[in-house]
Each structure stands twice: as structure tokens, then as C-alpha cells.
């Protein structure tokens, strides 16, 4: 029941955060998210619902970062373990496993239906709504990058961000290619 109303309250401090940058002019952009000790910025036209986390039921035979199937108001989602898929890439180093890496603060953010992709991200921490007045500098992603890699950002506390393109992501073959 704690959990419940836990995610309530931040659910209802989300909304009313989104309602004061309304109000002021703000255009929030971004979702930022903490994974691996790294900060991530989810464009929030492209994310959908946060959703508390939710052990999933194991798939067998799938890539180590897919995580299995969470069943939400009825709908299955794939969970991808998105430290797990990063460090895959190259994008993160490697990592402790799932379990030693699960705290409290994790949540699982959801894809836009309107990308056609039924899956939730396993992320370590949300960390708040960002609009680009909030940076002092961007960099494109370079030419090699991947088709998911967004701009790189930095804040006026000197942290780096980069963005994640979710359309991106869900159309990278990897991150299409779940079966081991």
C-alpha cells in the first residue's frame, strides 16, 4: 500500500510540475533519468508512462538485457534493462548484475504507443524535467554514433547528459533483435 501511495504522491508532484512550467512559459523537453551513474535525457513526446518497478516474468532464450514481460493494465511490455543494453552497445562499461544493481529509487519508464513498441525501460532514478534554457552547451552526436544517440548537454553544474532518441532506439536492429 506504501508503494502505492509513494508513487502517487510523485506522480502528483510530476503533474504539478508539468502544470507550473505550463503556466510559466517553460517548455519541458526532456525526462531526465540516472543509469549507471550516468545521466540520460528521454525527449518526453517519445516516453510514456513511469510506472513503479515490477519484477518481470523471465523469457528464456533472450539477450541479458531483456529483462522479460511486465503485464500493465492488462497490456504485456517487454522490460529492457536499458544499463544492461548500453554497456552491450558500448556505451556503458560493463556492470553488475540485475539484481546487485536494483534499489528502490528504479522505474521503469514506458515507450509512446505511438512508437509501436510495447516496452518499459528499467531505469536506476528519475532525475526531473528539463528544458534546454537549463544547459549551457550541446553537441551533435558524431557521425558514427548510433541511430539512438542524441545530442550530448551539459548543465551549469558541469553534468553531462545525453539525449536517447527513443525512435530511434526502438528501431535499432539490437534493440530489435531480443532472441539470444
Do not use: C
Request: glycine share 8%; no cysteine.
Amino acid at each position: 500500500m506504501s508503494k502505492r501511495l509513494s508513487l502517487k504522491a510523485m506522480q502528483e508532484r510530476l503533474a504539478l510540475r508539468l502544470q507550473e512550467a505550463k503556466d510559466q512559459g517553460m517548455s519541458a523537453v526532456w525526462l531526465g533519468v540516472e543509469v549507471a551513474q550516468r545521466h540520460f535525457l528521454l525527449p518526453l513526446v517519445q516516453a510514456g508512462e513511469i510506472l513503479p518497478w515490477s519484477a518481470p516474468h523471465p523469457v528464456p532464450y533472450t539477450q541479458p538485457w531483456y529483462g522479460g514481460v511486465i503485464n500493465h493494465r492488462g497490456e504485456l511490455s517487454g522490460l529492457i534493462d536499458l544499463a544492461a543494453f548500453l554497456a552491450a552497445e558500448g556505451a556503458l562499461p560493463a556492470l553488475a548484475p540485475a539484481d546487485q544493481r536494483l534499489s528502490h529509487d528504479a522505474r521503469l519508464v514506458g515507450l509512446n504507443a505511438a512508437l509501436g513498441v510495447p516496452a518499459v525501460l528499467w531505469v536506476d532514478r528519475l532525475a526531473g524535467l528539463h528544458s534546454p534554457g537549463q544547459f549551457v552547451h550541446a553537441e551533435p552526436a558524431g557521425h558514427q554514433a548510433p541511430a539512438w544517440e542524441g545530442q550530448r548537454l551539459t548543465d551549469n553544474a558541469q553534468r553531462v547528459w545525453q539525449e536517447i532518441d527513443l525512435i530511434g532506439l526502438t528501431s535499432h536492429p539490437a534493440f530489435l533483435h531480443v532472441a539470444a
